[in-house]
């Protein structure tokens, strides 16, 4: 089993999740002191699927959609090690706004998956999400 050491760097991915489109997750993982780790995560989601169908396409609303991608919620979170996860909790929320799919993100853990780590979230109404994160830098 991995360290919680050997977690820290950036971490990306990129995915279809259910009733929220195509996401990707950004992620930055340090150590702030001895056991401790603060993490910072950018969660962008680009739903198409109410623009798509139907006789007419909604194609301002669509563009809109796309426009969004340049506003994800992004969180600081401080965690620790715990039972073979790095476990955080959200102490800060930016971009937030859950009429537009936006939700503030209330706990986060990473957990080893090979070379890769498996994320879980849990952001109040919108109701969490998982994802495969692949390191990308350190």
Avoid at 62 to 72: E, I, V
Avoid at 94 to 104: D, L, Y
Avoid at 108 to 133: H, M, Y
Wanted: net charge neutral.
């Amino acid at each position: 089993m991995p360290s919680a050491g050997e977690l820290l760097g950036k971490w990306e991915a990129q995915a279809t999740l259910p009733d929220r489109g195509v996401c990707t997750e950004k992620l930055e993982l340090r150590q702030s002191g001895q056991g401790m780790f603060v993490g910072y995560s950018s969660l962008l989601c680009i739903n198409l699927n109410p623009y798509m169908g139907g006789a007419k396409p909604d194609y301002r609303g669509a563009a809109l959609a796309a426009l969004d991608r340049y506003n994800p919620v992004a969180s600081v979170l401080t965690g620790a090690w715990e039972n073979g996860s790095l476990k955080f909790h959200a102490e800060k929320n930016i971009g937030v706004n859950p009429a537009e799919g936006r939700c503030a993100m209330t706990s986060f853990s990473v957990t080893p998956f090979g070379s890769q780590i498996a994320s879980e979230w849990q952001d109040g109404s919108c109701g969490g999400g998982q994802l495969l994160l692949k390191k990308t830098g350190l």
